[in-house]
């Protein structure tokens, strides 16, 4: 069983419209509404590919119910903790050639909300038979900055795997956790000041690095491999979610790392024709998949 | 009693942002929401204001539910048709010097939804004692185009007094019920190629024409005039709003028409002044009050 915990859960808006005229008003031609935040993309990937996932994290207000509502019309099972404010909103602008995300700052977290969490966690970790948790995305207000060091610490004691995909903070407090894999991109890496190999340094056992168009770069326990995928256009968003849902499936099912990295230099490429972040086309991931070039370092 | 009706509802969120970059992700500073639409402005004008006010109209969905508490939490009374569908959202990116609208184009009606519309405001017309009616703002999709005129019908029925501020075809329609004011602004009347005479000839009995800073023009079966505030500056979101709010006003206590259109001046002036469409002080109302011109025409 794969767990995605997903902290600062979003409903995602998407204004289809022809332009945008700033200072003016606009209309807008449709809307499209959908359960998003990187760990549920995690979770929709992986569930397209028929792998056991449960879904948790915190939801709250009107936004959170159109959320819960949404994951379980997709039939990917749940198990988020309520909390008292309102899960955040991101409004999409989809003109023709161009998108602008507006992400609004997420629900306040209290301490007995976060401590509900936590005691939530520990029985699914230890009901569910969990075998990877993967942690992704930013923390809302209130959640302290090393949530995710105290996750992955909880996950050790069961015996979990844990792949961590953050950013700023709570991916620095992460990596002292000694998560199994940390997947951070060119941009994420740069702003907590790290290489791929001090990140290994801090406290990661596998650091693997997405660098878009240039494929994978990683540095593991069994050797070093970059893996590139075939040239592909489309939308970049969410490819980095399908690589980690790919490291998910190859800590679950014990592949080899060059396996691993095929499958999800593979993945995240089919993520990219895709038209929306947290879908892929299974079709695309296997024509793609023999086509990665791997090379070790 | 004045009862206001608003068909399209809407849930207007705020994005207060330090600046917006197009095709990039922006993070969204501070969240506002309250309920909007333009029958909603005119009730929590006239409801500041100490007038016995009935809000209406259809409400649904998520968004439907939180109109309904921000109503409820003002005090003024509610009597929405709830309908099946989401009513619609604006989101307006308020940037320091400038203000982006987005809206959403309505929820779908079914025609047995508007017809349980129609019924329960016949009911409210014959039950609530209702002297004037506002109609006020689009109609959403599904919605008959004449719909303001149907409903101008069932008011002559009951003696009941009816303002209407529309555009484009639902306010080509409504002037065909005749009601007792029409208030469009110059705009407005441009797109239905009508002038303020040709407007009073397609059944409007006064019409009242609102041209920003250049005051109001009133043709009305006791005379012409013009009615100019002082120069303000501020936000003219909901300024027609106000003159309307002040225009039922005058209907309700049976006011001269130069007594309705000092007040409609000042208090659409003072709406400008206060910071969100639906706002007034009144203390800025009475000071600008005796500072209306108005001239004969």
């Known amino acids: 069983m794969i767990i995605t915990v997903t902290l600062n859960a979003a409903l995602d808006i998407t204004y289809a419209m022809t332009s945008l005229d700033l200072g003016d008003t606009n209309r807008v031609g449709r809307v499209h509404e959908r359960a998003g935040g990187k760990g549920l993309n995690v979770a929709r990937v992986l569930h397209t590919l028929g792998e056991p996932v449960l879904a948790c994290g915190l939801l709250g207000g009107r936004a959170g119910e159109t959320v819960r509502a949404d994951l379980a019309a997709t039939g990917i099972g749940v198990r988020f903790t309520p909390i008292g404010g309102e899960s955040r ?94 997947k951070p991109n060119t941009a994420e890496l740069a702003r907590v000041a790290l290489t791929p190999e001090t990140a290994r340094r801090a406290g990661a056992a596998a650091v693997v690095l997405s660098r878009g168009h240039e494929g994978l770069l990683a540095l593991t326990p069994d050797g070093a491999w970059t893996a590139t995928p075939p040239a592909v256009s489309g939308n970049p968003t969410g490819a980095g979610d399908a690589l980690v849902a790919a490291l998910a499936r190859g800590l679950l099912h014990g592949w080899s790392w060059p396996d691993r990295l095929r499958h999800g230099a593979a993945l995240s490429a089919a993520a990219v024709l895709a038209e929306v972040a947290g879908a892929v086309d299974p079709a695309a991931y296997r024509a793609l998949l023999p086509q990665v070039r791997l090379q070790p370092l």
Not at 91 to 96: C, G, P, S
Not at 148 to 170: H, W
């Open 89 to 182: 909103r991101t409004v999409a602008l989809a003109e023709q050639d161009r998108t602008t995300l507006l992400n609004e700052p997420g629900p306040h977290v209290t301490p007995d909300e976060w401590h509900t969490f936590l005691a939530d966690f520990g029985t699914l970790l230890t009901t569910s038979g969990a075998d990877v948790v993967v942690l992704s995305g930013s923390l809302p207000p209130g959640v302290p900055a090393d949530a995710y060091r105290t996750l992955t610490t909880a996950c050790r004691r069961t015996g979990t795997s844990v792949i961590l995909d953050a950013d700023g903070e709570p991916l620095r407090h992460g990596l002292a956790g000694q998560p199994d894999i940390v």
